[in-house]
């Protein structure tokens, strides 16, 4: 084997355990945190869906807006003189 590779097994050290208090706390964590997000979710979905359809209404309202811009645009811009 190589040196390098001898040397870097012999500086690591053995895997220690885990107390049981730690892997329960850990354990415990991620699943309340699995829960707030999901209660996080549900509460915001609505809310975002709402948005959505005020920003559609909206996106509606300004393209119709810009139609009859250029309706009158192009009606202003017609003259005998073309």
Same mark, same amino acid.
Do not use: N
């Given at each position: 084997?190589?040196?390098?590779?001898?040397?870097?097994?012999? *500086?690591?050290?053995?895997?220690?355990? &885990?107390s049981?208090?730690? !892997?329960t706390? @850990?354990?415990?964590a991620?699943? =309340?945190?699995?829960?707030?997000?999901?209660?996080?979710?549900?509460?915001?979905?609505? *809310?975002?869906?709402?948005?959505?359809? &005020?920003?559609?209404?909206? !996106?509606?309202? @300004?393209?119709?807006?810009?139609? =009859?811009?250029?309706?009158?645009?192009?009606?202003?811009?017609?003259?005998i003189?073309?």
């Open positions: 084997m190589t040196g390098s590779l001898c040397l870097s097994r012999s *500086i690591m050290a053995p895997p220690v355990a &885990v049981p208090l730690i !892997k706390a @850990r354990w415990s991620l699943l =309340i945190g699995m829960l707030y997000g999901k209660q996080r979710f549900d509460h915001l979905k609505p *809310i975002a869906e709402e948005e959505r359809k &005020v920003e559609e209404a909206e !996106k509606k309202l @300004r393209e119709e807006q810009e139609r =009859i811009y250029k309706q009158l645009s192009e009606a202003s811009s017609d003259t003189l073309k």
